[in-house]
């Protein structure tokens, strides 16, 4: 189980190691307060400019708060990012976890086996729905191409341009490796990375959340809500749904609309009449 972290210095995005810095370290919590200590992973792996992938320790599930060490650059001391807070585990396909979308309902952690398993079934149906209006996949695929020569100069290896493989969606070098005679074994990760894509997992998360809270037996659910019930008991009204586009309403899926995949085609030409009714030549 993996855990890639970006480190913030000076409030911007900032990598250590070219000035001769380094990540050192991860620890997890099982609280807000950092207080007990749960386990922790050694220094990261660089896998490329502003990217380190620390290996994270087995872990039961649930939440976990975590704190990042690093040294900005040689000779300085070591800086502690204490805003780190994971949902583990990772890796499962998923955009979002159960533990945020318990947020959504309310329900208190930690989250027992039954509910985290009612609530990763939400998120897949809801996720689903998403796959289905976009036509494609909320998961990158890892790729792997042997043996590519990069093209000369190169400035960055973590570039895609600079190597000479063409893909049909969004593309990022995930590592590569020296084969020792001039070319290299690279790992692209291609596709749409949509635990990346604060708009997406807002919407999984907010769908997820209710249709489980609609859901008869549903974790967290309520039905819908009354505001008033008569004396007499004859009657009932319910609180009205924020309307779409208001605030507290759950965003709706054409916002997602910009992540559709763009389909590139040939442009067609009109059919051609049999010889000898046309001639032998298309005209432009």
């Known amino acids: 189980m993996f ?25 997890l919590y099982s609280g807000p307060d950092r207080a007990t200590e749960v386990a922790r992973a050694g220094a990261a792996a660089r896998l490329r400019a502003g990217a380190y992938r620390f290996t994270l320790p087995d872990v039961p599930p649930g939440r976990y708060w975590a704190t990042v060490t690093f040294t900005p650059s040689s000779g300085t001391q070591p800086v502690k990012d204490p805003s780190i807070r994971l949902d583990l585990p990772l890796g499962l396909g998923l955009v979002t976890s ?14 027992t086996p039954a509910q985290r398993d009612s609530l990763e079934t939400a998120i897949r149906k809801a996720q689903a729905d998403v796959v289905s209006y976009l036509g494609r996949a909320l998961a990158p695929q890892v790729v792997t191409r042997q043996a590519l020569t990069p093209g000369w100069p190169v400035d960055d290896f973590a570039d895609a341009d600079s ?122």
Request: net charge negative.
């Open 163 to 284: 190597w000479p493989v063409v893909f049909d969606d969004l593309v990022q070098v995930l590592a590569h490796r020296d084969r020792g005679d001039g070319t290299y074994d690279v790992d692209f990760l291609v596709g749409l990375d949509g635990a990346a894509e604060e708009p997406i997992v807002r919407y999984v998360t907010a769908h997820a959340a209710e249709s489980e809270r609609q859901r008869p037996g549903g974790v967290g659910a309520t039905g819908r809500r009354v505001s008033s019930v008569s004396a007499e008991g004859q009657s009932i009204s319910y609180e009205a749904s924020p309307a779409p586009g208001q605030a507290g309403a759950p965003p709706v899926i054409d916002t997602l609309v910009r992540y559709k995949r763009l389909l590139l085609g040939k442009p067609s030409t009109p059919a051609r009449a049999p010889w000898p009714y046309s001639s032998s030549r298309y005209r432009r």
């Open 98 to 111: 159960p533990e945020a979308v318990a947020d959504e309902l309310n329900v208190p952690l930690p989250l």
């Open 3 to 27: 855990y890639d972290y970006q480190p913030m210095f000076g409030g911007a995005a900032y990598d250590p190691e070219p000035a001769g810095g380094q990540v050192h370290d991860l620890v």
